[in-house]
């Protein structure tokens, strides 16, 4: 494990592991980078893996987020990571989050040393266009997104509240139902519905102890914000590198649909796409045994 030095004096949790040619990879929103260690073990005596926990989760849960746009802070934070380590000629992989922070670091020009990509369940494009209607939500964005702005508000009347367990109940509960909403489809899962519900309504006395994917409300504030605005858009900068991509979509992803993803691969020369039939928004626990398969090839593939 290594705690690595951010420009604004934070420190990220990197967890490294193996030996040998270097892969970076950057994990989904809430996701820790341990969610990773059960598809890399048996790459070890090949492969040097960089495990980021982005800020607010995992090893990083207590780091606060930077001021502005999450996705720059987080782009920022993997090209420190990139420095940190001096990475050259590295295999990058990114799921959900992890692409768009990939994608934003493409645009940033940060794709010279990158030497194959991985792109897991994202959309080049999060806000829906007048020439483009697969951004996040799909066709319920519109509706999504004001239940976000919702939120949004029920919690912004609480300033003082440092953690989502602070709220007041009835604050708790008035966000509960769209928050849950989103965190099942974000996980995949709608049989979570119901159980983060109930989890939400906890006593504060218990729910602090509950690992909700995004318990600060800071963090929770610049996710919303980030996402509602629709404003990250990284189709033009597609192509820029001639990085050899592979998507993996899950078929019933309830966030992204497949053309968009496709997108990604199109735009990048000896590219494809991996449909994962059985695999909603993650495929790494609907179909664990298939992805693990798709990552060894794309590490022999290097």
């Not at 934070?10 to 970076?24: K, N, S, T």
């Not at 997108?263 to 695999?279: G, M």
Request: one cysteine or more; charged letters at 20%; a positive charge.
């Amino acid at each position: 494990m290594a705690f690595v030095a951010m420009r604004d004096g934070a420190a990220l949790h990197v967890r490294v592991l193996g030996r040998g040619q270097p892969v970076l990879m950057l994990p989904g929103l809430g996701m820790s980078a341990n969610s990773w260690l059960p598809f890399i073990l048996p790459h070890l005596a090949r492969f040097r893996f960089y495990l980021v926990d982005f800020r607010g989760a995992g090893g990083s849960a207590g780091v606060a987020f930077k001021p502005g746009d999450v996705f720059q802070s987080h782009t920022e934070d993997v090209q420190d990571v990139i420095a940190h380590f001096g990475l050259r000629n590295f295999l990058l992989v990114g799921i959900s989050l992890g692409c768009t922070t990939s994608l934003h670091l493409q645009r940033e020009g940060g794709f010279a040393d990158v030497k194959r990509y991985m792109h897991i369940d994202q959309s080049p494009c999060v806000g829906n266009r007048e020439d483009w209607s697969h951004g996040l939500f799909g066709s319920r964005q519109q509706e999504l997104f004001e239940k976000l702005r919702e939120i949004l508000s029920v919690i912004d009347r609480y300033p003082n509240c440092q953690r989502f367990a602070d709220l007041p109940l009835a604050a708790r509960i008035e966000a509960s139902d769209t928050l849950s909403e989103v965190l099942a489809l974000m996980a995949g899962a709608k049989v979570l519905l119901p159980l983060l519900r109930g989890v939400m309504r906890l006593p504060r006395s218990l729910l602090k102890y509950v690992p909700l994917p995004v318990a600060r409300l800071d963090d929770m504030r610049a996710y919303l914000a980030a996402y509602s605005s629709g404003g990250h858009d990284y189709r033009s900068s597609l192509g820029r590198d001639a990085v050899p991509v592979t998507v993996i979509t899950g078929v019933h992803s309830p966030l992204y649909a497949e053309a968009g993803q496709a997108l990604v691969a199109s735009a990048h020369p000896r590219s494809r796409v991996l449909r994962f039939e059985r695999s909603g928004h993650v495929p790494l626990t609907d179909e664990p045994l298939r992805f693990a398969r798709a990552l060894s090839g794309f590490l022999r593939e290097a």
